[in-house]
Nanobody, 126 residues
Framework: VQLQASGGGLVQAGGSLRLSCAAS????????MSWWRRRPRNEREFVAA????????YYAASVKGRFTISRDTTKNTINLQSDSLLPEDTAVYYC????????????????????WGRGTLVTVSS
């Protein structure tokens, strides 16, 4: 599966952005799908994930209540609605797909994802 993230940009603190990840080659319902980010001078970190059936969502504590992951099987995309953005949300955001995640902790392990898209930059100004 090939993945392409889009929707990044510059936004003021408190604002919102909607990121999208378009999949091609396979359907998003074939995989656990997730969003990750790499903030300046930091390692890549887990943001959110949705399981293959779309019935379960997982979030990092830092974004829970502000970000919402969803998928659109008709468009073969996953989305990340990001609200109440903070300057510390500034990062390059990546989407990823994998078949190994089963338990909740599996979704937060980047080594369980085999396919990664190029990132999209989100900059939140204070």
């Amino acid at each position: 599966v090939q993945l392409q993230a889009s929707g990044g940009g510059l936004v003021q603190a408190g604002g919102s952005l909607r990121l999208s990840c378009a999949a091609s080659g396979r359907t998003v319902s074939s995989y656990a799908m997730s969003w990750w980010r790499r903030r300046p001078r930091n390692e890549r970190e887990f943001v959110a994930a949705i399981n293959w059936s779309g019935g379960s969502e997982y979030y990092a504590a830092s974004v829970k209540g502000r970000f919402t992951i969803s998928r659109d099987t008709t468009k073969n995309t996953i989305n990340l609605q990001s609200d109440s953005l903070l300057p510390e949300d500034t990062a390059v955001y990546y989407c990823a797909a994998g078949i190994r995640p089963v338990y909740a902790s599996d979704y937060e392990n980047r080594f369980n994802y085999d396919y990664w898209g190029r990132g999209t930059l989100v900059t939140v100004s204070s």
